[in-house]
């Protein structure tokens, strides 16, 4: 709940013109005494950031955590609840494309979603027509799509190695580089492209491709692995989250997930009593794991994502229970 003063200090807009709205109906608000207060969903429909598709980006400072399964797999299981999913891959590693058996054709990348000089400025006519062009050839649907139902509605954007040239280029931007992916999403928007959630894979660091994805994103979701050094990544990442926040607001939190997690172990409670012990990371912890099931391991070679073909594994089931988690954060 905020204030009417708090949101317009923090948002730079006018006390004035917050009480017209207010007053009007075109922003819902609550007297109490003489004063305003606005819930937070109230604020963020008002402002349309929850207009169009929710951003979810997996991300973590280091390697080894699983982002890719983790995205491919709850990115299908909400698909499968109906959801129509495009999976954006910003890691030049690309796994994104590995994990669902797809080709990647270099001209059909999230380099030519993210590079200035394919596209116009925002003030140019052509502006849209151009974003039209780029993310009809770009949305890419997935193989296999007539043997599992689910995978109709999902399409990706895949990454090719040549977006690391493109970080260590800096993008070759004229404007903050860490705006490029916000504003073709913004842009996805305003085309009204039929899409409910976005789901965004990051490399293994912070810098300017993950930057991207927490500058465009509402939802944070972290998976890490089992140890003192994942720690340290997610340590690291909310660092940089509690820093975005004054260039993107709506950007939350909506899950820290445990990866080849067993709570039969002394590592794992061990690693659960640690992050409980820190204010900056206990609020966010799921309970829900995944444990180091084999076949989780091995999912580059099932052709699917596990969770389609092997719909009744532990694994699933564990995958499941973090989906269930997040999106009651989220909601």
């Not at 299981?77 to 994990?99: S, Y």
Request: overall charge negative; charged content about 25%; some cysteine.
């Amino acid at each position: 709940m905020y204030t009417l003063r708090e949101l317009a200090q923090g948002f730079q807009v006018s006390e004035r013109t917050l009480t017209r709205k207010l007053e009007t109906g075109e922003l819902r608000g609550y007297r109490v005494g003489n004063q305003w207060r606005i819930r937070g969903r109230d604020w963020l429909e008002y402002t349309g950031a929850v207009n169009g598709p929710h951003v979810f980006v997996v991300a973590n400072a280091k390697g080894g955590a699983g982002k890719s399964t983790f995205t491919v797999n709850l990115a299908v299981l909400r698909a499968a609840q109906g959801k129509r999913v495009l999976l954006v891959d910003l890691d030049p590693q690309g796994h994104l494309a590995t994990l669902l058996h797809m080709p990647v054709d270099p001209d059909r990348t999230t380099v030519q979603l993210l590079d200035e000089e394919l596209r116009l400025p925002r003030a140019h006519p052509g502006r849209m027509d151009r974003w039209r062009t780029l993310w009809t050839d770009l949305m890419q649907p997935i193989p296999h799509a007539e043997e599992h139902e689910p995978l109709s509605r999902v399409w990706l954007v895949p990454a090719h190695n040549d977006l690391a040239d493109l970080e260590r280029a800096n993008f070759h931007r004229t404007k903050p580089v860490e705006y490029a992916l916000r504003e073709a999403l913004d842009a996805l928007r305003e085309l009204d492209v039929p899409i409910d959630e976005v789901w965004i894979d990051t490399p293994p660091n912070l810098g300017s491709l993950t930057r991207n994805a927490l500058m465009a994103s509402h939802h944070v979701v972290s998976p890490f692995a089992k140890s003192d050094l994942g720690l340290d990544g997610l340590d690291r990442l909310m660092v940089l989250v509690e820093q975005y926040l004054e260039f993107n607001p709506y950007l939350r939190v909506a899950g820290l997930v445990m990866n080849y997690g067993n709570p039969r172990t002394i590592m794992h409670n061990e690693i659960r009593e640690t992050i409980m012990g820190r204010p900056a990371l206990a609020p966010f912890l799921l309970d829900a794991y995944v444990s180091e099931a084999e076949r989780f391991n091995q999912a580059p070679r099932l052709g699917v994502p596990l969770v389609l073909c092997e719909p009744n594994s532990s694994s699933t089931l564990e995958l499941r229970r973090v989906l269930e988690e997040v999106t009651a954060r989220v909601g």
